[in-house]
Nanobody
């Protein structure tokens, strides 16, 4: 059974730099390696939005609001995708999720990032 498990969030002050992790369990390293992966977030009262993508060739793309501050990366051997958050702002407060592209028909529990000013 495939599962997505996100971790690494918490309460941070503006300007902080946590790193989020997401492991995909229940699939092989090979299958993970041929999957594009992405991070999303959902702020209170808002819809889930796309944040960043990393392709199987390690090409990254970012939402304009995080470009230059966030960095997505992956470790295929460990079936992990990371999101390094730098220079956090209060408006980055959200529940952060990862998923494959195209998305699985399920989501993990997410990891909460709360940024205080």
């Amino acid at each position: 059974q495939v599962q997505l498990v996100e971790s690494g969030g918490g309460q941070v002050q503006a300007g902080g730099s946590p790193r989020l992790s997401c492991v995909t369990s229940g699939i092989s390293e090979r299958t993970f390696g041929i999957s594009h992966m992405a991070w999303y977030r959902q702020a209170p009262g808002k819809q889930r939005e796309w944040v960043a993508t990393i392709t199987t060739d390690n090409l990254a793309n970012y939402h304009a609001s995080v470009r230059g501050r966030f960095t997505i990366s992956r470790d295929n051997g460990r079936r992990l995708v990371y999101l390094q958050l730098n220079n956090l702002r209060p408006e980055d407060t959200a529940l952060y999720y990862c998923n494959r592209i195209p998305e699985y028909d399920f989501w993990g529990q997410g990891t909460q990032v709360t940024v205080s000013s």
